[in-house]
């Protein structure tokens, strides 16, 4: 070894270890983007706002499709606690026909969830549009449960003051 390569020797090593930690700190930041950031798995990459609309739309749909003639008012009250006012009103407007039917045919009606999306967010915060996928079944009062059909509902969920109402339901085709 020459006296001239010493002086060189820890420059370099000053060097190799910036640059490693150079790389070090573009790795964590790189794996703390991607741990922050990251869509979450668990609610197929829905942000929490649309997941709770999601849930709420799912949970409506059931309850708008599930009515027990012994319990009629309980379960109608359930229905319209999770729908805004507009909505409310016209499904009051339909209670005695529904409950009318129930018991003519003397059979209830319930419904088990099957598929849920967010549709689209809309260009208001508080809006989000939700496709459900519902099986609505007849049961017989001897409890025979006979599938009445598979529908497909669109919902318009509304955030009023922290809560996700539906605004509007409706049928967009059988399955």
Do not use: C
């Not at 820890?10 to 190799?16: K, V, Y």
């Not at 929490?48 to 709420?56: H, K, N, P, S």
């Not at 339909?94 to 809309?122: H, R």
């Not at 496709?131 to 006979?146: C, H, I």
Request: proline residues 3%; hydrophobic residues 45%.
């Amino acid at each position: 070894m020459n006296d001239s390569s010493r002086p060189d020797a820890p420059r370099r090593f000053n060097t190799a270890i910036l640059v490693l930690l150079q790389v070090v700190l573009v790795l964590a930041f790189a794996l703390a983007s991607l741990l922050i950031f990251r869509p979450n798995a668990a609610t197929g990459g829905l942000a929490a706002r649309e997941q709770a609309a999601l849930t709420a739309a799912e949970q409506v749909s059931v309850n708008l499709m599930s009515y027990r003639r012994a319990d009629f008012n309980a379960d109608f009250a359930r229905a319209v606690s999770g729908t805004t006012a507009p909505l409310t009103a016209q499904l009051q407007a339909e209670k005695q026909t529904l409950l009318g039917e129930l018991t003519q045919g003397k059979n209830d009606a319930t419904a088990n969830l099957s598929a849920g999306a967010v549709a689209k967010t809309q260009p208001t915060p508080d809006s989000i549009v939700a496709l459900v996928v519902v099986d609505a079944f007849s049961v017989s009062s001897s409890g025979t449960s006979t599938l009445v059909n598979h529908s497909r509902l669109q919902l318009t969920m509304q955030d009023v003051k922290g809560k996700w109402l539906a605004s509007n339901f409706e049928t967009i085709g059988l399955v």
